[in-house]
């Protein structure tokens, strides 16, 4: 069954509204959840990583001020996509692994796609 | 700069067998990843290798050789429904996940 659970899949919005994806991890406490963006055939983007308790970390050129990430308890993630515009439009996906410094696989949630009309 | 190679596109017949191959340059290696990713749907793990060498795992097979920075997945006995996308992945020295753009594996019947 599924690790990681992601909703809503799909959600088209207008402009200039904001948008709030959640991410759950289903069998294990996640202190770390990972958010991507992935444009059409295109790889994956990392956006941010998120941490339990304390300020996401953001990747160069992602802004934090639009793409808000709390991660409030150990088994919830939120992105928030604020005044979305059209160019936000795209899938996005969290994704976790189990354990602390664990290398192990990446649990991915089911995606979400965004269309900003 | 870290870089992931693979090709954009294969196409194979059903009931054969496939390689899809993929190179790295990271800085530090800590180990490979391949991605099964069906169009409109998130990525699922298929493989991790770190040790040079083959891995099999039913019909998928991982291959890794980290002094030619390379890694191949084979996939046999092909099926409709491996019709989807691969990735290449790699952990760098920081365990930063590095993601290649993927290879979209097309079956005919």
């Known amino acids: 069954g599924a690790v990681v659970s992601q909703h809503p899949s799909w959600v088209i919005c207008k402009s200039g509204t904001s948008v709030k994806i959640e991410c759950r991890s289903l069998?294990?406490?996640?202190?770390?959840m990972f958010w991507y963006r992935q444009f059409p055939k295109q790889s994956l983007m990392l956006m941010a990583t998120?941490?339990?308790?304390?300020?996401?970390?953001?990747e160069q050129g992602v802004e934090k001020d639009k793409f808000l990430i709390n991660h409030a308890s150990l088994t919830l993630s939120t992105l928030t996509v604020t005044s979305a515009h059209p160019e936000d439009s795209s899938f996005y996906i969290c994704?976790?692994?189990?354990?602390?410094?664990?290398?192990?696989?990446?649990?991915f949630g089911e995606g979400s796609r965004l269309t900003v009309l | 700069g870290q870089n992931i190679d693979q090709p954009t596109e294969m196409t194979a017949t059903e009931g054969a067998i496939v390689q899809i191959n993929c190179t790295y340059q990271?800085?530090?290696?800590?180990?490979l990843f391949w991605y099964q990713q069906h169009a409109g749907e998130a990525p699922t793990f298929l493989s991790y290798?770190?040790l040079d060498g083959l891995e099999e795992k039913g019909r998928f097979s991982s291959f890794l050789s980290r002094s030619k920075g390379y890694s191949y997945l084979l996939l046999k006995e092909l099926q409709m429904k491996d019709s989807a996308s691969y990735l290449c992945?790699?952990?760098?020295?920081?365990?930063?996940?590095?993601w290649g753009a993927g290879t979209k594996l097309i079956i005919k019947p």
């Open positions: 069998d294990f406490q996640a202190t770390t």
């Open positions: 998120s941490n339990e308790g304390s300020k996401a970390t953001y």
């Open positions: 994704s976790t692994r189990r354990g602390q410094g664990d290398t192990g696989e990446l649990f």
């Open positions: 992945a790699a952990w760098d020295s920081n365990y930063q996940l590095i």
């Open positions: 290798n770190v």
């Open positions: 990271t800085s530090g290696f800590n180990g």
